[in-house]
């Protein structure tokens, strides 16, 4: 099985030293993709192997998905039994999706010159989709956000798990039901062997989990044990909004008997889970986690998979800390164990975690009513200050923004491991790392504010954040402080020193955004619309930075901006375009340009020292 993608159709993008790729830009023609089946028979007594290829026709993929015009082909793969294959179809707006399922057999043989889309008649003839006909196993509509795309399908066995985010509430403009208020968070269905009977019936998919938290998509791993019984283990922000635990479900063995997820993280309340893997054949989940104290280390909980339940085992001092896995499905907790760091880790560990500087959380109500958080680092000699002097400490804010992207985690020690917050606290100048409307703690009914806006909500988080910082701790000094990014942080940081120059006193841009018509069609269209659309035009000229140009401050050493010329991602075009429209508007600037660079300044290891140690010198001058 096997993706075929036609890429003659691409605009190809030239970069410094002539370096040149397919990027397809917004409203640009996307690749075209056909799902091709090989199967080879081998006849060893006649010393030959025979090979034939199967197509899905295109006609039949757009049949299937309604009448309209699937533009990608997101997922794909063999259902149990390896007879039938699903595919995962997504409108070009991205606010469809459907996974559809094909019997093998009915998919016409086809030649090799016929599988690509854009030199075949095949895909085009319409009578062929009358003969290979798809089932619906699974649809979805958003208009009001985006279908997203994650790795958290599996279809190949049963149990079957898909992950979502819940719909909004069609007859109800304020969101969901009353009864409903998990509309925007991502969850879990499940399907088992004995609910497929009809395949073509999205209802056979029953809830797994809910609640008004996400299931990080990612993360969902589904496990059968050696006594047979099956669950579910996956990581969510359930117990806190910015936490991350891992939990365990067994998926019920009928739907009128649904089962309650237990958690397998030790310390609930102390931990930040990083990854897991677990061995159904020892009956062991090893877990890596940090504390807030504690640099990350792995965990090894073994755990008992039978029929009769049994109480932890009185050996292990820490299994009364919390309910894990406690009688849940058969299973329960015998016992758990921390593996320390390496000796030779031991000593630069120890020394390390001595100078950290540690953060300090805090979450705020924005203006929409959303909650925004962020992680302060104060310099030391404030901190151990019992009466320091009001308004005396400057600060840098960093910022990110974009969609689902999470800068602020509780009990996560890597998050005080920043050489950047480190440096500028050691300096005497405070760091605050910040997550807008849109960070992944929050739900997907609150990052759609950006669909179609981009541009025009982010400042006034920022903004709002900084305020509350300022109240809530007054040593701060509201006119000393700066914004620097990275990315959609550099489009964020323009962003506020265009259209908030006023709170903001320094700006430090780097591989900025700087119009998202220049940007790539799969990421942008999904928030931004398709640029045919009136709406959609409106939303892209008041999200370009040159829009906004008139607004930068006219004094110098405000305002700076850095770009690798080798940018893959945000093209060096991005900062050009802000250029441009910083000379008509006779506003100064600096810029730092790193030749050879890529999106994060990762080929050379001088490049990121050279920018941070400008960045920290800088900032100690003119702040």
Known sequence: LM????TTMLRRVTLEGDESFDFPRVGDANAASSVVVVQRVCDQARGFKKTTMRCIPHASLRHVFGGEEPEYITRFGFLPGASSLYVELLNRAQDHKSIVSFHIDSLPIVKEADVPRGNSTFHSDESVSSTCVGCVLWEQFMPWAWCEVTNCLRLDSFPQILGAHVNRSTDNDQGAHAEDKDAGYFHLWVRRSEDATVETSAASFMRLTKGAFNVKPNSVQRVVWKDGSIGVLYESNALDRLGNSLYYMPVPVTPATPSSAKLVTRFPHDECIHSYAVSTELGVIAYVASTANALAQIRVVCISSTSTTTTPSSSSSSTATSPLLAESGGMSMLMDRAIPPMEWQLPKQIQLLGHLVRCETYTFSNARGVNISGALFLPPATAQDPQPEPRSVPLMMYVYGGPHVQLVTHNNLE?????IA????QHGIAVAMVDNQMSNANSLVDHSICKKRMGQFEVEDYV????????????????????FGWSYGGYATLLAMSQAPQHFKLGFAGAPVGD??????????RYMGLLHDPEAQNGYHNGAI??????FPDSVNRLFIAHGLLDENVHFSHSSSVITSLVEHMKPYQVQVYPGERHGLRQKRQSRLHYDSQLVATVCELL
């Open 3 to 6: 993706l075929h993608t036609d």
């Open 415 to 419: 998050l005080s491991c920043s050489p």
């Open 422 to 425: 480190q440096t500028l606290v």
């Open 464 to 483: 709002s954040f900084k305020a509350h910082l300022e109240a809530a701790v007054p040593v701060l000094n509201p006119k000393r402080v700066g914004i």
């Open 516 to 525: 998202w018509r220049l940007y790539d069609s799969g990421y942008t269209e």
């Open 546 to 551: 040159p829009t906004y140009a008139a607004g």
